[in-house]
């Protein structure tokens, strides 16, 4: 018998959780999952789910989950639906939520990074850990991930399952954007040409794409590009090599501009804020490397999207990220700037080893389908259902 299943599609539009959220929907559908979803989202964004079969219903709710009142009103709705499970896909599980749940854990930043210490951490890293406890089964989204769970909130290691996402295919899909001007075979080199004219980009350049926050290290990217330029200043193909930085709530991060001036190259850094995915990809198809220094990261979805692109990769040995990009990137210590520097002078001057790393990236890529995530994420959602607990 089909069953009713709930999924919170509010972040459909986020950064990373909107991936997951759009790319698991559009999984199910491909593998023709029988059992009828009922997809909670805001009005705004029905046009994400467009195109889905009968079997997907979506449902709109227009309060968000940082609302003091949703810790009510969302279990409320929820309930109302009468459905089998509920999926709560990132680590916002509102205090009332109706059992049987399952939740999707991406990383626990909030715990490690946002607030280490003090009566908000301890209060944070309470409601994660009841909402999780409570729920059938967690999902995490890496083996790093799942450890930190299991070791961090103490959640039984039975009931906590590695399941992969992976990159958008929109980025191995080398078509033109919806708002393309440009149309037949040469569609998507006319689209990345204009792309990069609107921003001016006539130069090579090194990309940094993600969110802005602590964790990701961006003042030692700084510190290493600035090395890298004074290194590479006699050789006339990378004597104008940038550094492009694309991510929102830059603001809120001082350090990250304080970098730059210090490093006095103002006019070798351009931060973007956020851009369009069509807008992203053309971005990570024309740089000459993404690099990635995080200091921790849940999954690390970046640098698959980047070598998903063709792009060679330069990213950091930190927690998750050698579990994903295994040996399809060169990895450098996120603490030293030098080796940073060291291993973006490397791929830009090594024309077998950037050769060689677009290959392996390109296979690493393809290591991680949606097909796979879908079924491995409804299997749980039947055992949870069910009473089976995990599978």
Known sequence: MPLRILLDARHVRDFGFGTYIRNLVRGLVAIGAPHHFLLVAHKADQHEFDGLPANFELLFYERKDSEPLDQAAFPWFVRSQQVDLAHIPLNAVPIAMPRPYVVTVHDLSSLVWDAPSGWKHELRQLQIRRGLLRAECVMAVSESTRHDVIQLLGIPAERVRRIYGGADPRFTHHIPGPGARAAGPE???????????RYGIHYPFLLYAGTIRAQKNIPRLVEAFSLLRGELQDLP???????????????????????????????????????????????????????????????????????????????????????????????????????????????????????????????????????????????????????????
Not at 187 to 197: G, M, N, S, T, V
Not at 262 to 283: A, H, K, N, W, Y
Not at 296 to 301: H, I, K, S, V
């Open 237 to 391: 193909q990378w004597r104008d090599l940038r550094l492009i930085i694309i991510g929102d709530e830059i603001s809120r991060y001082p350090a990250v501009r304080q970098a730059v001036i210090q490093s006095r190259i103002e006019q070798q850094v351009r931060f973007l804020g956020f851009v369009p995915l069509d807008t992203l990809r053309v971005f990570y198809e024309a740089a000459s490397a993404f690099v990635f220094p995080s200091l921790y990261e849940g999954f690390g979805l970046p640098p698959l999207e980047a070598m998903a692109s063709g792009t060679p990769v330069v990213c950091s040995n930190a927690t998750s990220l050698p579990e994903v990009v295994g040996d399809a990137a060169m990895i450098v210590s996120p603490d030293n700037v030098f080796d940073i520097a060291r291993g973006m002078k490397e791929v830009l001057l090594d024309k077998a080893l950037r050769a060689e790393l677009v290959r392996r990236g390109a296979e690493r890529s393809r290591f991680f389908r949606w097909e796979d995530t879908a079924r491995e994420v409804l299997e749980t959602y039947v055992a949870a259902a069910t009473g089976r607990g995990t599978v």
């Open 187 to 197: 569609a998507w080199a006319h689209e990345r040409r204009r792309i990069l004219e």
